[in-house]
C-alpha cells in the first residue's frame, strides 16, 4: 500500500540560480575531494572545492541558439476529455525536483487529476522522466504522489510510469552508502557529499523508506513509446549498458541490485552527463540513440531548457530576470523534445501530451 501524496504547507521558490549546481566530476576536470557530514544540509564552503570550480550555474555555459524550437500550448486544448476505452493519450512529466505543489496543478490542468488530486484520466498514459526529489520541498511527496497515480491509473485502464534520474540513483547511493569513499575517477568523492551539494533535503532523507527505496530501484532508464524514445538525460552513456532497451534496463538493475559503492557511482556519474544533443553533431549523437534502441524522436529532461535557450546568465548579473518558459524545448535538427523547464530556477514544471507538432 502506497502513502498518500499529502501536499503541506505552502513552501515559497527564490527565483535563484544557487540552488542548480553540477558536481565537478560531470565535466571530469579535477578532483572532487571534501567532507560532509550526514544532517548537514548546507554545501561545503567554496575552499573546499578544486581551484577554479564554482558549483553553480557556471557548470551549465548558456547557449544561444537559432535552430530551436520553443513550443507554447494552447491552453484552451490543455485539458481535454480522455477516453475511457482503448488505448489513451500519451503524456510525459519534466523534472519535478520536489516542487509537489507545481506538479499537482500542472497535471490538473492537463485532466489529468482532479480537483482532489485523483486520477481522472481514464485510459490516458503518464511518462515522469525522473529527478523527483533534491532541491525543491517535498521530494518523498512527488514519489508518493506518483506510486498512487500509479495504482489509481491502472485501475481506469491507463498507466502512470517513471524513469530513473541521475538524482533516485543520488538518493539511492546517499542511503545504501552514506560517506563512504568512492572512486570518481578523477579523486576521491562520497554519495553523501554529492547529495547535499545538489540539494538533497534532511526533511526528504527523514522521511524515505524501504518501499520508497524499492520503488526507486526498479525504474527503467530508458522505454519506446509510440516511437518516442524516452530517458532521463541527454546524454549516449546508455549505449554503455547494452544495444537493446531490455539490456539497459536489466544491466542497471543488476547494477543497482549488487549494491556496489564504486558500481552505483559509475552509473550515477554517467547519468549526470548533459548536453550530448547540441551543438554540431548532435543530432548524429541522437541518431546513434534512436537507431540502436528505435523511435524516431527522443523526449528526455535533465539539462534546463533555460540554459540550452539562453534565458539565464552568469550569477552576477546585474539584470538576471526569472526565465521564461512556455513549453518543450525542440532541437538536434527536431529529433530531441527537452521536457525539464527549470523549476528549481523559477522556471516552469512541464507536462506535456505527445505527439509534439512543431
Request: with cysteine; hydrophobic share 35%.
Amino acid at each position: 500500500m502506497t502513502q498518500g501524496a499529502g501536499q503541506g504547507p505552502e513552501v515559497e521558490r527564490t527565483a535563484t540560480l544557487r540552488d542548480f549546481r553540477v558536481p565537478a566530476y560531470v565535466h571530469e576536470t579535477g578532483p572532487y575531494v571534501h567532507s560532509v557530514h550526514p544532517g548537514d544540509v548546507a554545501p561545503p564552503p567554496e575552499d573546499a572545492y578544486p581551484e577554479g570550480y564554482t558549483p553553480t550555474e557556471r557548470d551549465l555555459p548558456v547557449i544561444n541558439r537559432g535552430d530551436t524550437v520553443q513550443v507554447t500550448v494552447d491552453p484552451e486544448n490543455a485539458a481535454a476529455p480522455q477516453a475511457t476505452t482503448g488505448q489513451g493519450p500519451l503524456y510525459v512529466v519534466g523534472d519535478v525536483h520536489g516542487y509537489l505543489d507545481q506538479l499537482v496543478s500542472a497535471l490538473q490542468e492537463k485532466g489529468l487529476l482532479d480537483a482532489a488530486g485523483n486520477w481522472c484520466a481514464g485510459t490516458a498514459r503518464l511518462w515522469f522522466l525522473g529527478d523527483f526529489t533534491d532541491r525543491g520541498p517535498d521530494g518523498i511527496g512527488v514519489i508518493d504522489l506518483v506510486m498512487r497515480l500509479s495504482a489509481e491509473a491502472a485501475a481506469a485502464g491507463g498507466y502512470c510510469k517513471a524513469l530513473m534520474g541521475n538524482h533516485e540513483l543520488l538518493l539511492l547511493g546517499a542511503k545504501r552508502f552514506g560517506d563512504t569513499p568512492v572512486n570518481s575517477g578523477a579523486g576521491t568523492a562520497t554519495f553523501q557529499a554529492a547529495w547535499l551539494l545538489n540539494g538533497g533535503q534532511k526533511t526528504d532523507m527523514d522521511r524515505l523508506q524501504d518501499h520508497h527505496l524499492q520503488w526507486m530501484s526498479r525504474l527503467d532508464a530508458i522505454e519506446e513509446v509510440d516511437g518516442h524514445l524516452l530517458v532521463h538525460s541527454d546524454t549516449t552513456a546508455y549505449l554503455d549498458y547494452g544495444r537493446s532497451i531490455e539490456e539497459v534496463n536489466d544491466t542497471v538493475r543488476e547494477t543497482i541490485t549488487r549494491n556496489d559503492a564504486d558500481e552505483v557511482w559509475d552509473l550515477f556519474r554517467k547519468f549526470t552527463k548533459r548536453f550530448s544533443f547540441r551543438d554540431e553533431g548532435g543530432a548524429d549523437a541522437v541518431r546513434s540513440l534512436l537507431d540502436t534502441y528505435g523511435g524516431t524522436r527522443i523526449v528526455h529532461g535533465h539539462s534546463p531548457i533555460p540554459y540550452l535557450l539562453g534565458e539565464v546568465g552568469s550569477e552576477d548579473d546585474e539584470d538576471n530576470r526569472d526565465p521564461v518558459i512556455e513549453g518543450p524545448h525542440v532541437y538536434a535538427d527536431g529529433l530531441a523534445i527537452a521536457m525539464d523547464g527549470g523549476v528549481t530556477m523559477a522556471g516552469k514544471l512541464l507536462v506535456q501530451q505527445l505527439p509534439l507538432d512543431t
